[in-house]
């Protein structure tokens, strides 16, 4: 099994500009895995593999059958599931794991937040007098909402949502990041916003909302991650690259 063949769950920025990174090393092997959930994805670096893989056994029978000789988690920090398969399956087929994962938002100065759980915590956690909710938490998690109906949403998403599964008092906005802060809060003013819902994904693409709220002083219902960030981790695109290239023998920078 050859440790410069390299795979990579992706689905966010990182691990598109992961791949792109190291694409040009000649001495590694990189597949982008893609789960199939974006209609239409950016477009990516290398080899592109669309779909999942059949949980941590599959996972391991693919490392194993394609020669895999590191695996790196760059999934989205709310991928729960994927990222507890890749664990598994990395030990599974006993290769090195990457953990690639942006560190969580903190508070700062002038931030109304309030922690949720998760999406139906957040739901419960709006109260009894309507509002209008900006809710920013993707379209896989609308159903503690929709038994909501009393509160009016803006809801965003690059895909189109599944009005069956969305409250029925909503606005629909089809976008695709990033958002800055002046944007978002004119889609706040233009909308009447009261308060927003948000997952602590982090990073910079998504944080113009927080920005946003915290310059209008609106409340935000912040869904914490559901596992805790790795110990063993790397934050940022160019720490993984170094831990990849370390794990392969390559030198730290091109040209040594």
């Not at 938490?137 to 509160?151: K, M, S, T, Y």
Request: hydrophobic share 45%; with cysteine.
């Amino acid at each position: 099994m050859t440790p410069r063949r390299v795979l990579i769950l992706g689905g966010t920025g990182e691990a598109r500009r992961l791949a792109e990174a190291l694409a040009g090393e000649s001495a590694l092997e990189i597949t982008l895995s893609l789960a199939g959930r974006t209609a239409q994805p950016r477009a990516q670096a290398g080899k592109v593999r669309v779909g999942g893989f059949g949980g941590a056994e599959g996972l391991a029978r693919c490392i194993r059958d394609e020669g895999i000789g590191i695996l790196v988690d760059a999934t989205h920090p709310f991928a729960a599931r994927i990222s507890e398969n890749a664990e598994h399956a990395a030990a599974q087929a006993a290769v090195p794991l990457v953990k690639l994962e942006r560190p969580p938002w903190q508070a700062v100065e002038g931030d109304r937040w309030i922690e949720a759980m998760d999406a139906t915590d957040a739901a419960r956690l709006l109260g009894e007098p309507p509002r209008t909710v900006f809710l920013a938490i993707g379209r896989q998690e609308l159903a503690p909402f929709a038994a909501l109906p009393r509160h009016r949403y803006i809801i965003r998403s690059v895909d189109p949502v599944d009005r069956a599964e969305a409250p029925a008092n909503a606005r629909f906005i089809l976008e695709r990041g990033p958002f800055g802060e002046a944007a978002e809060r004119a889609l706040f003013a233009e909308n009447g916003v009261e308060i927003v819902v948000a997952k602590n994904s982090g990073g910079d693409a998504t944080y113009g909302k927080i920005a946003a709220a915290r310059a209008l002083a609106l409340p935000v219902i912040m869904v914490r991650r559901p596992r805790p960030v790795a110990e063993d981790g790397v934050a940022t695109v160019e720490e993984a690259v170094a831990r990849i290239r370390h794990l392969t023998g390559l030198p730290a920078e091109r040209g040594e």
